[in-house]
């Protein structure tokens, strides 16, 4: 498992459906001592990178697909 909460290699889900999971962890915050809310706000920071680092890299590649070059053309 990394520092975000998901394990390596695992496919990240994208859109809302990763955005949700990566919040997830903020259920825990009314049980855990306030000593712990620092890693738990470091796991959801690290799972939303994730996230749009995948939507990111979904939108380069359906433009490349579509042989969009945006500003270099």
Do not use: C, K, W, Y
């Amino acid at each position: 498992m990394t520092d975000s909460g998901i394990a390596a290699g695992e496919h990240h889900a994208s859109g809302a459906d990763g955005v949700q999971a990566a919040l997830s962890p903020l259920g825990r915050l009314a049980h855990a001592p306030v000593s712990e809310h620092v890693g738990v706000f470091e796991q959801v920071l690290g799972g939303l990178e994730a996230v749009l680092a995948s939507v990111e890299d979904t939108g380069e590649r359906q433009a490349e697909a579509h042989g969009d070059r945006g500003s270099d053309q």
